[in-house]
């Protein structure tokens, strides 16, 4: 958060720490320089921090999604997935 986070939490049984941070709302990362800026920011701080208790990570800056997850049920080979 001092590297200036939204906010941060810790996801579920996974090994994921996920941090929320803005700009103006721009829908493609990188297209807002100053949102890209503190999404880098903030990743790097979270790693950083991490290191130095020695879990090692790697940080991903991604852009939310109005429709989440799409899945026709099939693989790209024509198998069922459920």
Request: overall charge negative.
């Amino acid at each position: 958060l001092e590297a200036g986070a939204h906010g941060a939490f810790l996801s579920g049984a996974g090994p994921t720490v996920l941090a929320i941070t803005g700009g103006v709302g721009i829908a493609n990362v990188g297209s807002d320089t100053m949102s890209q800026f503190l999404a880098e920011v903030v990743s790097d701080a979270m790693v950083s921090s991490a290191a130095r208790l020695g879990v090692r990570g790697t940080a991903h800056i991604a852009t939310p999604s109005y429709f989440g997850l799409h899945s026709n049920g099939y693989d790209r080979d024509g198998e069922q997935l459920w």
